[in-house]
Nanobody, 115 residues
Framework: QVQVVESGGGLVQAGGSLRLSCAAS????????MAWYRQAPGKQRELVAV???????TYADSVKGRFTISGIDAKNTVYLQMNSLKAEDTSVYYC?????????WGRGTQVTVSS
């Protein structure tokens, strides 16, 4: 069984920063990659950032230069550093862990950016 838990969300003013954490735990050998997604009310879930086990990263155009995804550490944790936050970044942020060919999702953490 695999569990994915996000933390670090909250309320921040526009221009501020937040760091989200995502930890995967359970019975598995290795994580192939981890990713952050977000979903705003009435909108589809969208990819924010991805990191592979090899360290390759991909970012949505809307967050490039502002968000940074960390490498997967020894505790199977990944971080999303979010700087220069904008009101349009307000969403529930979800973490996904890819183990073998299966996707495991967390329940999400709310990020609210006030303008």
């Amino acid at each position: 069984q695999v569990q994915v838990v996000e933390s670090g969300g909250g309320l921040v003013q526009a221009g501020g920063s937040l760091r989200l954490s995502c930890a995967a735990s359970g019975s598995f050998f290795r994580i192939n990659g981890m990713a952050w997604y977000r979903q705003a009310p009435g909108k589809q879930r969208e990819l924010v950032a991805v990191i592979t086990k090899g360290g390759s990263t991909t970012y949505a155009d809307s967050v490039k230069g502002r968000f940074t995804i960390s490498g997967i550490d020894a505790k199977n944790t990944v971080y999303l550093q979010m700087n220069s936050l904008k009101a349009e970044d307000t969403s529930v942020y979800y973490c996904k862990a890819v183990i073998l060919s299966a996707n495991y999702w967390g329940r999400g953490t709310q990020v609210t950016v006030s303008s």
